[in-house]
Structures are given as C-alpha cells and as structure tokens.
C-alpha cells in the first residue's frame, strides 16, 4: 500500500507518498489524481465541504475562494491518490484548520 505525509504551507499542500512495502518515495505519474476532500465531521453522511482535484502532482493550492464559503474553525479531511484503477487514501482522517486572515491587501 502507499502512505502519504503532508506539510501545509498557508495555501497549499504537499503530500509525500511512500511505498510501505519498499519504503521508497512514490513518485506521482501524469494520470494519477489526487483528490482532497473536506467536510465538517469525519463520515460519510457530512456533507464535503470543499474537494480540489490535481492531476500528476503531490502539490494542492487552495485559494481564497475555495474556503470562501467556511466558517473559520476546524474541520476533518483526508486525501486519496487514485492511479490505474487503484485507490488509496494516503493520508488519513486529519485536521484542517481555517484560521482568520490577519493582514489582507
């Protein structure tokens, strides 16, 4: 299976992936998506609240207007590498923060 770390810098994140069996980096293909998905509590029945799509890069930008519509508070997410027919979730139920902008231009 693969498994995925994340760092997030304020408007985007990078996910690493690892092979578990191998131990070795995974390295996206150019038709591999990765799809974050964000909903209030952590089950199905919440509705998402946010999902953005990338394809062949571990990179997700998030932009004002993606999180236009939240509340500030905390909300749970994962994030599911879909490569061939294959699915893995590569990074498991976590937080995400929606924080108050403190200087805006």
């Avoid at 996206?28 to 990765?34: A, C, F, G, I, S």
């Avoid at 089950?43 to 500030?72: C, F, N, R, W």
Wanted: glycine share 6%; with cysteine.
């Amino acid at each position: 299976g693969l498994v995925g770390s994340e760092r997030c810098i304020r408007d985007s994140l990078s996910v690493g992936i690892t092979n578990n069996a191998s131990g070795d980096a995974y390295e996206m293909q150019p038709n591999d998506t990765l799809i974050l998905t964000v909903r209030k509590q952590a089950y199905e029945a919440s509705p998402v609240l946010l999902q953005k799509t990338v394809k062949g890069s571990s990179d997700i930008h998030l932009t004002p207007e993606d999180t236009a519509q939240m509340a500030t508070g905390t909300y749970k997410y994962d994030v599911e590498l879909r490569t061939g027919a294959d699915i893995y979730t590569v990074i498991q139920c976590s937080e995400f923060h929606l924080l108050v902008e403190v200087t805006t231009p």
